[in-house]
């Protein structure tokens, strides 16, 4: 049984120019990070992404969340399309399309209590008026079982 596509890359490319490190200046040229990558995926799908390290793997997800702009092809999530060109994502693409970051330890605020740090994403995107957080917060809180 298959679900709703989710999302569908076709043909992206993403070029950086040559940047320099300790070893080197730069100099000219690009880096072709991802090219000509096309994939699809729908909702009971999940999919892996292998490659060796520096394939541009990092990088095409980078593309698909928004944080860097495609140089072409397309990117469909939802029913959002991204092309070379395509202005920032908003808020609302933010709420719908993340990153979970592979260290969960470093990604938490050790000073923020849970209360807190559930609340902040709820406040920025404004998913609840405040005055009804506070039952917002004990709805997710119940989910996980704490309380
Ligand atoms: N912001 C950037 N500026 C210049 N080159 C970059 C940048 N990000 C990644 N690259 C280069 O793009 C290529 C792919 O990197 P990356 O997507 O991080 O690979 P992976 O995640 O598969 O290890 C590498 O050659 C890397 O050096
Ligand atoms: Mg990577």
């Not at 679900?3 to 992206?12: A, C, F, H, M, S």
């Not at 940047?19 to 000219?28: A, H, I, W």
């Not at 991802?34 to 992404?49: A, F, H, K, N, Q």
């Not at 698909?64 to 693409?93: N, Q």
Request: charged share 30%; net charge positive; glycine share 10%.
């Amino acid at each position: 049984m298959s679900g709703k596509e989710i999302l569908r890359i076709e043909d992206v490319k993403v070029s950086f120019s040559k940047r320099s490190n300790l070893f080197s200046r730069g100099g000219k040229g690009v880096v072709k990070a991802v090219d000509g990558i096309s994939l699809s995926m729908d909702s009971r799908e999940i999919y892996g992404i292998v490659g060796e390290s520096g394939s541009g793997k990092t990088t095409l997800g980078r593309a698909v969340i928004g944080l860097i702009p495609i140089c072409s092809g397309e990117i469909t999530v939802f029913d959002t399309k991204i092309s070379a060109g395509s202005r920032r994502r908003d808020r609302l693409y933010r709420t719908k399309v993340q990153m979970i970051f592979q260290d969960p330890d470093s990604s938490l605020n050790p000073n923020m209590n849970v209360g807190r740090l559930l609340a902040e994403p709820i406040l920025i995107n404004r998913l609840r008026p405040k005055k009804l957080l506070q039952e917002r917060l004990e709805e997710l809180l119940d989910m996980d079982g704490c309380v």
